[in-house]
């Protein structure tokens, strides 16, 4: 070992690694404890302003949507959630690709439908147009 | 020049006291010309000095360098009474209070990384307290524990590691002096 590394490593002793063990699980505790607030824990698919489905997202599935163009098809994946197609004539909410964040939305307005996605701590307390 | 009516006759424990206590002030004064990125997050250099004194020295010494270096360094700063400075008094008393209880470990297997890991989370532990109740009475403060954690476990090493090695190399501790 580099003689100049252990020296520095002779002051410490066998309970400084203890200390130093629990100093680093408390903070990676404290970041895993505090800092999932991100982390959506379901979609929540709205049309004509009323809710249409809360989908989990643990597993992947698809729901079609009717709103008065057609049809807006939904993808869930684990842990995210996107609109994959929408008769909509600007296809934003199709663009806006997949949503992650806990408080993330995709609005269809065409066609009435939104999906977002709800989470403990969400980024936003609420949108408005 | 006219002679005051006021004697003052410091003792040799006074001076040394003082001498130490300019050392940890002057050391706070260089660190806050360091930019940092959040506030509260600083290496906390005066601590080394408080970890010697409190070895070499003992507790009651390290509480008078310690409290002498807040109040003095937050007066060149132009920060006395201002919320930082409750916030440093908080985090020095609760941090000396935990190095009076933490030098009763064994000091063969504790050493004083140790004592300067425990030295810093009290620290990070009383200004977030005096925060949560009274600067920011909201739990948003806790957001940031993992960061105040993260500098906490670093400095705390690196100023153990700095104090124990000027110890062992520059500062000869006398027999009994342990025994304080």
Not at chain 1, 93 to 122: D, F, H, K, T, Y
Not at chain 2, 22 to 27: C, D, E, Y
Not at chain 2, 59 to 70: M, N, P, S, T
Not at chain 2, 73 to 95: D, R, V, Y
């Amino acid at each position: 070992m580099n003689p100049r590394l252990a020296d520095w490593l002779a002051l410490l002793r066998p309970g400084d690694f203890a200390t130093l063990a629990g100093a680093l699980a408390v903070c990676v505790v404290s970041a895993l404890l505090l800092w999932r607030g991100g982390a959506p824990d379901k979609a929540i698919v709205r049309a004509g302003g009323a809710v249409f489905a809360e989908l989990s997202l643990a597993q992947p599935q698809r729901v079609d949507v009717p709103g008065p163009l057609g049809i807006t098809r939904i993808e869930v994946e684990p842990g995210r959630a996107r609109v994959l197609s929408d008769p909509g004539p600007r296809q934003y909410c199709v663009r806006q690709g997949w949503l992650s964040r806990a408080g993330a939305v995709a609005i269809c307005a065409p066609n009435e439908v939104s999906l977002s996605l709800s989470g403990g701590a969400a980024d936003y307390d609420s949108l408005n147009y | 020049m006219t002679p005051s009516t006021i004697e003052i006759h410091p003792t040799a424990d006074d001076r040394r006291v003082a001498r130490l206590a300019t050392a940890a002030i002057v050391l706070t004064i260089a660190e806050a010309a360091i930019p940092l990125p959040l506030p509260g997050v600083k290496p906390g250099l005066g601590n080394i000095v408080i970890l010697i004194v409190l070895l070499r020295w003992g507790w009651r010494d390290a509480v008078w360098v310690g409290l002498l270096r807040v109040f003095a360094s937050s007066l060149l700063l132009g920060q006395l009474f201002a919320p930082g400075f409750f916030l440093s008094l908080a985090g020095s008393l609760t941090s000396l209070a935990t190095l009076g209880v933490a030098k009763h470990l064994p000091r063969r297997w504790f050493g004083l990384v140790s004592l300067s890991v425990f030295a810093a989370f009290a620290h990070i532990g009383g200004q977030l307290a005096l925060a949560r109740a009274w600067l920011v009475p909201h739990d948003g403060v806790f957001y940031l524990v993992p960061v105040f954690a993260a500098a906490a476990t670093l400095f705390g090493v690196i100023n153990g590691l700095v104090a124990a090695r000027l110890l062992r190399d520059r500062i000869a501790v006398p027999a009994g002096a342990a025994k304080r």
